[in-house]
Protein backbone atom coordinates (compact mmCIF):
# COMPACT_ATOMS: atom_id res chain seq x y z
CA UNK A 1 0.00 0.00 0.00
CA UNK A 2 1.38 3.82 -0.98
CA UNK A 3 1.48 5.42 1.99
CA UNK A 4 -0.38 8.40 1.13
CA UNK A 5 -2.86 6.98 -1.03
CA UNK A 6 -4.97 5.21 1.79
CA UNK A 7 -8.44 6.91 3.04
CA UNK A 8 -7.47 9.73 0.05
CA UNK A 9 -11.48 10.72 -1.14
CA UNK A 10 -11.25 10.93 -5.10
CA UNK A 11 -14.13 12.75 -6.33
CA UNK A 12 -15.10 11.68 -9.75
CA UNK A 13 -16.99 13.79 -12.72
CA UNK A 14 -19.82 11.65 -14.36
CA UNK A 15 -21.09 11.78 -17.72
CA UNK A 16 -24.51 12.62 -18.65
CA UNK A 17 -26.89 9.64 -20.42
CA UNK A 18 -30.29 8.10 -21.00
CA UNK A 19 -31.77 4.85 -19.67
CA UNK A 20 -33.54 2.54 -22.25
CA UNK A 21 -37.22 3.07 -21.76
CA UNK A 22 -36.95 5.72 -19.30
CA UNK A 23 -37.55 9.04 -20.45
CA UNK A 24 -35.13 10.94 -18.15
CA UNK A 25 -31.18 11.98 -18.19
CA UNK A 26 -29.27 10.06 -15.39
CA UNK A 27 -25.40 10.25 -14.14
CA UNK A 28 -23.03 7.75 -15.12
CA UNK A 29 -19.45 5.81 -14.48
CA UNK A 30 -17.77 2.47 -15.14
CA UNK A 31 -17.93 0.03 -12.48
CA UNK A 32 -14.31 0.29 -13.53
CA UNK A 33 -13.20 3.65 -12.06
CA UNK A 34 -14.37 2.32 -8.68
CA UNK A 35 -12.83 -0.97 -9.04
CA UNK A 36 -9.51 0.45 -9.62
CA UNK A 37 -9.65 3.27 -6.77
CA UNK A 38 -10.53 0.34 -4.43
CA UNK A 39 -7.91 -1.64 -5.40
CA UNK A 40 -5.90 1.43 -4.60
CA UNK A 41 -7.63 1.85 -1.02
CA UNK A 42 -8.93 4.96 -1.86
CA UNK A 43 -12.34 6.63 -1.62
CA UNK A 44 -15.01 7.08 -4.67
CA UNK A 45 -17.28 10.20 -4.41
CA UNK A 46 -19.30 10.70 -7.12
CA UNK A 47 -19.93 14.17 -8.14
CA UNK A 48 -23.46 14.68 -9.46
CA UNK A 49 -23.80 17.13 -12.18
CA UNK A 50 -27.14 19.18 -11.27
CA UNK A 51 -26.21 20.12 -8.04
CA UNK A 52 -27.20 23.78 -7.02
CA UNK A 53 -23.79 24.36 -5.63
CA UNK A 54 -21.24 21.55 -7.02
CA UNK A 55 -18.59 23.43 -5.33
CA UNK A 56 -19.55 23.46 -1.98
CA UNK A 57 -20.30 19.61 -2.28
CA UNK A 58 -16.73 18.92 -3.49
CA UNK A 59 -15.71 21.35 -0.56
CA UNK A 60 -18.03 19.53 1.89
CA UNK A 61 -16.83 16.19 1.19
CA UNK A 62 -13.10 17.10 1.64
CA UNK A 63 -12.37 15.58 -1.80
CA UNK A 64 -8.20 15.10 -1.88
CA UNK A 65 -8.39 14.65 -5.58
CA UNK A 66 -10.37 15.30 -8.08
CA UNK A 67 -10.90 13.84 -11.58
CA UNK A 68 -12.40 14.71 -14.43
CA UNK A 69 -13.38 11.93 -16.01
CA UNK A 70 -13.92 11.05 -19.67
CA UNK A 71 -16.76 9.70 -21.71
CA UNK A 72 -18.52 12.15 -24.77
CA UNK A 73 -17.06 15.16 -26.34
CA UNK A 74 -17.22 18.69 -24.41
CA UNK A 75 -20.42 20.16 -25.46
CA UNK A 76 -22.73 17.04 -25.58
CA UNK A 77 -23.82 17.96 -22.34
CA UNK A 78 -24.35 21.35 -21.14
CA UNK A 79 -25.02 20.40 -17.92
CA UNK A 80 -21.94 18.69 -17.34
CA UNK A 81 -19.51 20.92 -19.12
CA UNK A 82 -21.05 23.23 -16.61
CA UNK A 83 -20.54 21.48 -13.18
CA UNK A 84 -16.99 20.40 -14.27
CA UNK A 85 -16.13 23.99 -14.54
CA UNK A 86 -17.65 24.96 -11.48
CA UNK A 87 -15.46 22.00 -9.93
CA UNK A 88 -12.53 22.84 -12.08
CA UNK A 89 -12.94 26.86 -10.63
CA UNK A 90 -13.12 25.78 -6.85
CA UNK A 91 -9.69 23.38 -7.12
CA UNK A 92 -7.76 25.61 -8.61
CA UNK A 93 -8.74 28.18 -6.08
CA UNK A 94 -8.30 25.82 -3.19
CA UNK A 95 -5.29 23.64 -4.49
CA UNK A 96 -7.20 20.66 -4.81
CA UNK A 97 -4.82 18.29 -6.96
CA UNK A 98 -7.04 17.46 -10.28
CA UNK A 99 -6.36 14.63 -13.30
CA UNK A 100 -8.00 14.81 -16.71
CA UNK A 101 -8.79 11.62 -18.29
CA UNK A 102 -9.17 11.90 -22.10
CA UNK A 103 -12.59 14.09 -22.20
CA UNK A 104 -10.89 15.66 -18.95
CA UNK A 105 -7.66 16.30 -20.63
CA UNK A 106 -9.47 18.28 -23.67
CA UNK A 107 -11.69 19.66 -21.20
CA UNK A 108 -8.50 21.24 -19.09
CA UNK A 109 -6.84 21.78 -22.32
CA UNK A 110 -9.85 24.36 -23.77
CA UNK A 111 -10.30 25.59 -20.30
CA UNK A 112 -6.99 27.25 -20.57
CA UNK A 113 -7.19 28.49 -23.45
CA UNK A 114 -5.90 25.55 -25.76
CA UNK A 115 -7.93 23.99 -28.81
CA UNK A 116 -8.28 20.54 -30.28
CA UNK A 117 -8.03 18.98 -33.32
CA UNK A 118 -9.52 15.69 -34.74
CA UNK A 119 -7.43 12.67 -34.93
CA UNK A 120 -8.26 9.12 -36.77
CA UNK A 121 -7.12 5.68 -35.49
CA UNK A 122 -7.30 6.43 -31.26
CA UNK A 123 -10.52 4.50 -30.47
CA UNK A 124 -10.31 1.34 -29.07
CA UNK A 125 -6.32 1.04 -29.70
CA UNK A 126 -3.53 0.93 -28.24
CA UNK A 127 -0.08 2.82 -29.09
CA UNK A 128 3.41 3.74 -27.37
CA UNK A 129 3.70 7.37 -25.73
CA UNK A 130 7.30 9.01 -24.97
CA UNK A 131 7.04 10.49 -21.89
CA UNK A 132 9.62 13.67 -20.50
CA UNK A 133 12.14 13.66 -18.11
CA UNK A 134 9.79 14.34 -15.05
CA UNK A 135 6.92 12.00 -15.71
CA UNK A 136 9.86 9.56 -16.80
CA UNK A 137 10.61 9.51 -13.12
CA UNK A 138 7.27 9.25 -12.19
CA UNK A 139 6.23 5.83 -14.22
CA UNK A 140 9.84 4.89 -14.45
CA UNK A 141 10.40 4.74 -18.29
CA UNK A 142 10.76 6.94 -20.42
CA UNK A 143 8.41 5.35 -23.40
CA UNK A 144 5.06 3.46 -21.93
CA UNK A 145 2.06 1.72 -23.72
CA UNK A 146 -1.09 3.31 -23.49
CA UNK A 147 -4.93 2.22 -23.99
CA UNK A 148 -6.65 4.86 -26.50
CA UNK A 149 -10.53 5.82 -26.89
CA UNK A 150 -10.70 9.49 -28.27
CA UNK A 151 -11.51 11.48 -31.56
CA UNK A 152 -9.96 14.42 -30.33
CA UNK A 153 -6.06 15.59 -30.11
CA UNK A 154 -4.10 18.20 -28.73
CA UNK A 155 -1.04 19.39 -31.09
CA UNK A 156 1.82 21.08 -29.62
CA UNK A 157 0.12 24.38 -31.89
CA UNK A 158 -2.83 23.66 -29.59
CA UNK A 159 -1.65 23.76 -25.96
CA UNK A 160 -2.68 26.61 -23.85
CA UNK A 161 0.83 28.54 -22.99
CA UNK A 162 0.22 27.56 -18.88
CA UNK A 163 0.09 23.96 -19.64
CA UNK A 164 3.08 21.93 -20.51
CA UNK A 165 3.14 18.53 -22.56
CA UNK A 166 4.16 15.36 -20.68
CA UNK A 167 3.85 12.51 -23.53
CA UNK A 168 3.66 12.09 -27.23
CA UNK A 169 2.58 9.81 -29.44
CA UNK A 170 4.25 8.80 -32.61
CA UNK A 171 3.03 11.32 -34.61
CA UNK A 172 3.80 13.99 -32.01
CA UNK A 173 0.16 14.69 -30.60
CA UNK A 174 0.07 15.39 -26.91
CA UNK A 175 -0.85 12.44 -24.85
CA UNK A 176 -0.44 13.98 -21.19
CA UNK A 177 0.07 17.75 -19.70
CA UNK A 178 0.66 19.34 -16.57
CA UNK A 179 0.33 22.68 -15.55
CA UNK A 180 3.68 24.79 -14.85
CA UNK A 181 2.23 25.84 -11.43
CA UNK A 182 -0.97 24.34 -9.88
CA UNK A 183 -1.40 20.54 -9.01
CA UNK A 184 -3.09 19.85 -12.45
CA UNK A 185 -2.11 17.58 -14.89
CA UNK A 186 -4.03 15.49 -17.89
CA UNK A 187 -3.82 11.74 -19.74
CA UNK A 188 -5.34 11.37 -22.77
CA UNK A 189 -5.31 7.04 -21.63
CA UNK A 190 -7.97 5.70 -19.47
CA UNK A 191 -6.24 4.35 -16.22
CA UNK A 192 -9.63 2.52 -15.68
CA UNK A 193 -9.82 0.34 -18.17
CA UNK A 194 -7.26 -2.26 -19.66
CA UNK A 195 -4.28 -1.50 -21.30
CA UNK A 196 -3.42 1.21 -19.05
CA UNK A 197 0.12 2.05 -17.50
CA UNK A 198 0.79 0.54 -14.52
CA UNK A 199 2.72 4.07 -13.41
CA UNK A 200 -0.78 5.56 -13.09
CA UNK A 201 -0.94 4.85 -9.56
CA UNK A 202 2.50 7.07 -8.68
CA UNK A 203 0.92 9.91 -11.09
CA UNK A 204 -2.30 9.69 -8.49
CA UNK A 205 0.18 9.85 -5.67
CA UNK A 206 2.39 12.45 -6.82
CA UNK A 207 -0.58 14.99 -7.44
CA UNK A 208 -1.84 14.05 -3.75
CA UNK A 209 1.82 15.46 -2.85
CA UNK A 210 1.24 18.43 -4.22
CA UNK A 211 -2.11 19.39 -3.28
CA UNK A 212 -2.83 20.77 -0.16
Known sequence: MAANSAN???GLSMRVTTASG???HRDAISHDWIRLLDSWE???LLIPNTLTDPAAFVEACGVDLLVLTGGDDIGVSAVR???EKIILDHALERGIPTLGVCRGLQFIVQYFGGQL???DGHVASNHPCKLSDRWGQIYSAQEIQVNSFHGKAVTPQGLAPNLRAEAWDSSGRIEAV???RAPVAGVMWHP???GAPTGDRNLFETL???GK
Do not use: G, I, K, P
Open 8 to 10: RVV
Open 22 to 24: YVE
Open 42 to 44: MTS
Open 81 to 83: DAA
Open 117 to 119: SNV
Open 178 to 180: QHR
Open 192 to 194: ERD
Open 208 to 210: LRR
